[in-house]
């Protein structure tokens, strides 16, 4: 059969925006409960990681603080409603008000090559930020 490409929405982060809440402001505005995040381009400022501490699960996280401006290497992730996000997920997320879980991977780049990485959990647009979303099945569009 023919399978139907879904359609690829696009949002800029401005300079000095905050990445997540521009995210989440712009997928809330369009009603939709489960979305694909596969790239991102662009430089961000105060960047803030989490990654696992310990090799055996439950999982546990600690944060990393990446402050200086850097050029996104990767940016990939998924947004849903947090009715549809696996509980393990949840337990580590830090916001517990937002309806949405957004959870996205990401690594960048500063002076000097030094890289950082990890899921995003903060960061600012340092020029702009140019986040493609591809809202999945079951949203209203």
Not at 73 to 100: C, H, N, Q, W
Request: with cysteine; net charge negative.
């Amino acid at each position: 059969g023919v399978m139907q490409m879904p359609e690829l929405y696009e949002v800029t982060v401005n300079s000095g925006e905050d990445i997540l809440r521009t995210i989440s402001d712009f997928v809330t505005a369009h009603g939709w409960q489960n979305v694909m995040i596969p790239a991102a381009i662009g430089s961000v400022i105060g960047m803030e990681f989490t990654t696992p501490i310990r090799n055996e699960l439950p999982l546990r996280t600690s944060v990393t603080p990446f402050h200086n401006a850097a050029e996104l290497l990767s940016f990939t992730g998924e947004i849903m409603t947090r009715d549809r996000a696996d509980p393990a997920l949840l337990e580590v997320y830090p916001d517990k008000v937002s309806p949405l879980i957004i959870h996205i991977h990401a690594s960048c780049a500063a002076a000097g090559g030094h890289v950082a990485g990890g899921g995003l959990r903060a960061g600012k647009a340092f020029r702009s930020v140019r986040v493609f979303l591809v809202p999945l099945e079951g949203t209203p569009s």
